[in-house]
């Protein structure tokens, strides 16, 4: 029996987030038509065939969108994979309806391949007939295809997630930083190892200010970006880009129907920016997951709800479906690779989610993870689907599927999941996956798996699965299972925000949360180092009786502060040394027992050795500072 699914739901959200996002809600159609859903039609789009591929016959070169199929917006770029642009002439684009279009090709900076820009959008529901020379002048050979353009349905009207207030228990304030309102971390067994890495996640959707944060092995807080706006912050994690270790996270609004419309972000250990990705082809950035992969390319996911005639699976002439897309992105140009669309290669009929009996979009696969393989390929999971699918370099063909409907693998005791995320291929044929069991719930606890797979025997073998006991976690939306480098799996409970770090054999080593109404996408821990480009920022006040100075030291970001050299005096050019004190707490404070007109701070290492200084302030009233430091959010 297929289930209505609450997506992206935690159980601390439900209460006031069901009405806007269970499937089949008429609070979801936004359409401007007054007409009733069941009397309007909307464009067949669910294909006759599964068996596309994106490799174009009679040539080396994958292209998208890929022939045949039927999930291009009409803003999609015409992508060649393969050969070098030069050798890609004579292009020609007709549009059934639109005509012929003009446009640019614009090469990869990888050299291996070029994006055809079109002047003008193509029209929905036009059959699009693409027809080039291929290869070396003299030598070149003529290949065309075909394929048809979706009907976008709008998504500008459609609400985001509520984000009311958190209560005041369930953040932290600082003098240094008015109006930030960080969530805390409680640390309820804490870390074995101090050398153990830092903790990044996010926070939201839901109560509270929305951001990256990085938080140390205590539970201090380190690093917080307040996002504003109605922007959220999502997937927050450490990669590798241009040689470097960077920070990644995904910025933008997350609707109600359960994604998110947005952008990557790549973030330099001095939190300065060093690319953003916002999608092409039409289509928005999606929070589920963003990869780096070597030579400056990313992957992406991207959902493209589209107006869809869903009677053959028992929904309405009026519906809407999301077609879930991955984009793989030239990091330098923004150009669109590659692009994989789920409708072209899995059945609708695969979903464990019911077709809604309204224009509200159906989501029936919901990708929400990408793994980039050694050789090409990816490893992608379906939270609709209960499925995790490998697929095809280039072609982008499905080579098996692990769980669902149609398993490649028989699935051994315990393998089942249930509305899963997170799904990674590790060395030896082994898969981890969180399995959230719910929304509806189907297992009573959530979990942290390792799958072994049998290609031999065509078998899927548990060998591990961990939960959380005390108390049993059973999350309803997002989460996460990190493989850490010694073997340990760290496990995000997403709607749940907690966070635990165990054993290969299930000892629990480290564990955490935050304000349990509170949630986020997914947590990771690494090793963070970095030293802000911003200067560390410093607040003098006087004390009640205005005979004294109280000092209050932050460095939002900053690693390797072991402690605080105060300055102060009477001008602002003569300033001394009055105090040194050590850096435990994220916002550090010294009392000096004599009223100074100017005061720096500067951050030490362990050593001594400065490494950042302040601007020098004037000090405050007493009550002034009180002002500062409850500065509305």
Sequence with gaps: MRRTALILVSAALLAWAVAAIVVGSPSLDLSSSTTPA?????????????????????????????????????????????????????????????????????????????????????????????????????????????????????????????????????????????????????VTLPDRDPRAGDILTTNGPGPGQYGPLIYAPDGRLIWFQRLSGGEAAENLSEQTYGGRRVLTWWKGRVLSLGFGQGEDVVMSSRYQTLARIPGGNGLR???????????????????????????????????????????????????????????????????????????????????NSIDPLPGGGLLISARSTWAAYRLQAGSGRILWRLGGRKSSFKMGPGTRTAWQHDARLLSGGE??????????????????????????????????????????????????????????GLIGYGGLPAITELAPGGTVLFDAHMPYDMSFYRAFRHPWSALPATAPAVMASENDTAEETIVHASWNGATGVASWRVLAGQSEGRLSTRARIPAREFESEAILPVKYAYVQVQALDDGGRVLGRSKTVKTVGFYASLSNASAAR
């Design 38 to 186: 069941s009397s309007r039609v909307s464009p067949a789009c669910l294909p006759a065939t599964l068996a596309h591929t994106a490799a174009l016959p009679g040539t080396d070169l994958d292209v998208s969108p890929a022939p045949e199929t039927a999930t291009a917006n009409p803003h999609t770029q015409i992508s060649f994979l393969g050969t070098n642009a030069a050798n890609i002439r004579e292009l020609s684009v007709l549009g059934s309806r639109s005509g012929h279009h003009s446009g640019h090709l614009h090469g990869y900076h990888q050299g291996d391949g070029a994006s055809f820009l079109p002047d003008a959008p193509f029209l929905a529901g036009e059959r699009v007939t693409v027809s080039a020379l291929i290869g070396r002048s003299g030598r070149g050979r003529r290949a065309s295809f075909g394929f048809r353009v979706d009907t976008p349905y709008p998504t500008g009207s459609v609400l985001q997630f509520p984000n009311p207030r958190a209560a005041p228990a369930d953040y932290q304030s600082f003098y240094t930083l008015p109006g930030v309102q960080a969530p805390t971390m409680t």
């Design 431 to 488: 898969v981890t996956l969180f399995d959230d069991g719910a929304n509806p719930p189907v297992h009573k606890q959530s979990r942290g798996l390792r799958i072994a797979l049998d290609f031999a025997t065509h078998e899927a073998r548990l060998l591990a699965s961990y939960t959380h006991s005390d108390p049993p976690l059973l999350s309803a939306s997002q989460g996460n299972m990190q493989t850490l480098p010694g073997g340990n």
């Design 285 to 367: 950035a999606d929070l589920h997951d963003f990869q780096i992969v070597p030579h400056e390319i990313a992957y992406i996911t991207a959902f493209n709800p589209i107006r869809c005639d869903l009677t053959p699976v028992g929904g309405v002439r009026g519906g809407a479906i999301v077609d879930t897309a991955i984009q793989q992105i030239d990091m330098r140009t923004g150009l669109v690779r590659w692009e994989w669309h789920s409708l072209d290669h899995v059945g609708a009929g695969e979903s464990e989610v019911e077709a809604p009996q309204s224009s509200a979009p159906w989501d029936y696969f919901h990708t």
